[in-house]
Each structure stands twice: as C-alpha cells, then as structure tokens.
C-alpha cells in the first residue's frame, strides 16, 4: 500500500524568506501523481501544486516549486518570498495514474506552517 | 458556481442518532470520495465510489454507509453516531479522464463539514 510521510509536523519562516516543506513516500507504481494541498483556517482544502511522475521537470506556480525526486521517493515544496497568507496546514498527497487505486487520494499527515512578520 | 458542495457545515449529534451528510458536484466526475479528518492524522478515506451504482470501502469504513444512485450525489450516512466520529468530513471529486484544467487531475474538495458526537 501506498504511504505517505511528511516528517516536519511544524515549520516557521519569516516573512519574504524561503522555506521547503519535505514529504516521502512509498510505492511500488510507476505511473502517479503528487500534489501539496494547502488547508487555512478556514478549513478549505486549495490545492497548491501538482506533479506528473513522468515529468522530469520540477513543476512550478508563481512562488511555489517542487523538487521531485522519483529515485529517492521525495517530493518537497519549496516556498519563496513566504507571504502572511501562506500561513496554513501543507499536505502531500498521492494517488496512482491510471487502474486500480487512481480513484484515492493517500495524504501525509500535515505541517503547520507559521509565517512570522 | 463549479464545484462540490457540502451540507451542513457543522452539526452536533447526540451518541446514537443518525445523520447524512450531503455531498454533490457538478461536473461530471465519475469518482467520488469521503475523507475524514483528525488532528494528527491527516485525511482518511472512508468511502469511495467509481460511479453510480459502484461504491467500496477506504481505510476507515466502520459505522459509515454510503450509496450512489447519480453521479452527481454521494451521501454519507452515519447509523448510530459515536463520539470517535467526532471529526472534519470532506467529500472530494475527480476524473481520469485527460486533458481540461490542472484540477482535474487532483481532488475538488467540498468546505468541509464538523462534526460533534457528545
């Protein structure tokens, strides 16, 4: 089964620096997704990023990147420039490309960021 | 507007009452999900459903019940509440199918509903 370690339970950074938020995980499949879903306050979950395990390019969304590595099983989100709004919960999550399986999401269990002024 | 929507947002529930949270979506996604989330432990999935009329188990099915007569409406039913569902419920949606915007290819999730079993 598919697993997911996010082994930073909190995080702070201050404001307009750069911080990188580390997940793991384990499987035996070739063909999948990651993503890093962002969950403030209020509750909602937004979705950050996403990665194609067959792209061997890093994605990247304005100031938030991703360094995938498929050999070592890491795909970290790296936060530059931090903002007051990005305070919130990160998730890494997991779900298989295509078949059995690509219907779940397998989550981490989270880091709190706090972004200090 | 576009996404899943979820009812209630919050709800207290007396130890053995039953309840259904709502959960339905427009646009088309053939895979529905309900997850749970617990300080600590991240999101758990509860029950899944690969479209109408198929629904199976996720990691944490006890005490929930699940059907899906249309693809838009997956609705989650607890049968005798208990305090250990005292919890965040999310329902999500999604697609296998290529191509379209970014979030295809990742859940939509729902706003969420709290739940409190006392």
């Known amino acids: 089964a598919q697993t997911v370690t996010q082994s930073q339970p909190e995080m702070s950074v201050q404001e307009a620096e750069t911080v990188t938020l580390s997940c793991t995980y384990d499987t035996s499949e070739s063909d999948y997704y990651l993503f890093w879903y962002k969950q403030p306050p209020s509750r909602q979950m937004i979705l950050v990023i996403r990665?194609?395990?067959?792209?061997?390019q890093n994605a990247t969304e304005n100031r938030f990147s991703v360094n995938f590595q498929k050999a070592a099983k890491s795909f970290s989100l790296k936060i530059s420039d931090s903002q007051l709004g990005d305070a919130a919960m990160y998730f890494c999550a997991y779900r298989v490309g295509r078949g059995g399986g690509s219907e779940k999401l397998v989550f981490g269990k989270g880091t709190k960021l706090t972004v200090n002024p | 507007n576009a996404g899943v929507t979820q009812t209630p947002k919050f709800q207290v529930l007396k130890t053995g009452q039953s309840m259904t949270l709502q959960c339905a979506q427009d646009?088309?996604?053939?895979?529905m999900s309900w997850y749970r989330q617990d300080p600590g432990m991240g999101l758990r999935l509860i029950h899944y459903s690969v479209g109408a009329g198929i629904t199976d188990q996720g990691e944490v099915p006890n005490g929930y019940n699940v059907s899906r007569s249309t693809t838009e409406d997956f609705p989650l039913r607890l049968l005798s509440a208990a305090p250990s569902q005292t919890s965040v419920y999310f329902c999500a949606s999604t697609t296998s199918r290529t191509g379209g915007p970014k979030p295809y290819y990742g859940y939509t999730f729902g706003s969420g509903t709290r739940l409190t079993v006392v």
């Open positions: 990665q194609e395990a067959y792209k061997q």
């Open positions: 646009m088309n996604h053939e895979y």
